[in-house]
């Protein structure tokens, strides 16, 4: 199975930014596309970003568009979140997810290997 591990969390100011990191281990990583998602307390899990096994193809959610930045490396098996502009409303889990898919995927549902996730929390 393919393992993946978050790190990057952390508390930050409104404004801040933070870049999280996933490293991953076990099967091939350019086979799999990558996504972030994020889940708060009391709330579903939702998507942040996706990108897919090329890198050549990204997607971002509409609330983190033009803030955060996904990235990968294939030769070094991470995969990168960069957050710029935090804003209160970003405080959440942040998880790592793979898919066995060239085209990234916006649904949770498509992703089957999950980390374990990173504590984001902007405060105002």
């Known amino acids: 199975q393919v393992q993946l591990v978050e790190s990057g969390g952390g508390l930050v100011q409104a404004g801040g930014s933070l870049r999280l990191s996933c490293a991953t281990s076990g099967r091939t990583f350019s086979s799999y596309a990558m996504g972030w998602f994020r889940q708060a307390p009391g709330k579903e899990r939702e998507f942040v970003t996706a990108?897919?096994?090329?890198?050549?193809?990204?997607y971002y959610a509409h609330s983190v568009k033009g803030r955060f930045t996904i990235s990968r490396d294939n030769a070094k098996n991470t995969v990168y979140l960069q957050m710029n502009s935090l804003k209160p409303e970003d405080t959440a889990v942040y998880y790592c997810a793979a898919g066995r898919m060239a085209v990234a995927s916006i649904s949770s549902h498509d992703y089957h290997y999950w980390g374990q996730g990173t504590q984001v929390t902007v405060s105002p």
């Open positions: 990108i897919s096994w090329s890198g050549g193809s990204t």
